[in-house]
């Protein structure tokens, strides 16, 4: 089992930077892949980032790359995403996740532990 609690969020105007956090318990945490999803209303859950268990490997949407970062400390069971440019697009609840073993990748389906997530909101 893994908790994974989320924080961070907030109401930013565009342009402007968050950084957000997922503490992660209760399992080896330095074995697994982790990612970031969010969910706009109305909108199905998406990929945002994902970042391999020794941090070697990353990868983002689209919509994303070049303006988020996602990076990880292992020895303090953390993961994180630097957003910046901000635009009032990626308002959404933003979701940390711990991948199944093995595995690295896109897909939800294939992540088995969520945050509870937290809010960004970015005006314009």
């Known amino acids: 089992q893994v908790q994974l609690v989320e924080s961070g969020g907030g109401l930013v105007q565009a342009g402007g930077s968050l950084r957000l956090s997922c503490a992660a318990s209760g399992r080896t945490f330095s074995s697994v892949t982790m990612g970031w999803f969010r969910q706009a209303p109305g909108k199905e859950r998406e990929f945002v980032a994902v970042i391999s268990w020794g941090g070697g490997s990353t990868d983002y949407s689209d919509s994303v790359k070049g303006r988020f970062t996602i990076s990880r400390n292992n020895a303090k069971n953390t993961v994180y995403l630097e957003m910046n440019s901000l635009k009032p697009e990626d308002t959404a609840i933003y979701y940390c996740?711990?991948?199944?073993?093995?595995?690295?990748?896109?897909?939800?389906?294939?992540?088995?532990?969520w945050g509870q997530g937290t809010q960004v909101t970015v005006s314009s």
């Open positions: 996740a711990a991948a199944r073993d093995y595995y690295y990748g896109r897909s939800k389906r294939d992540y088995d532990y």
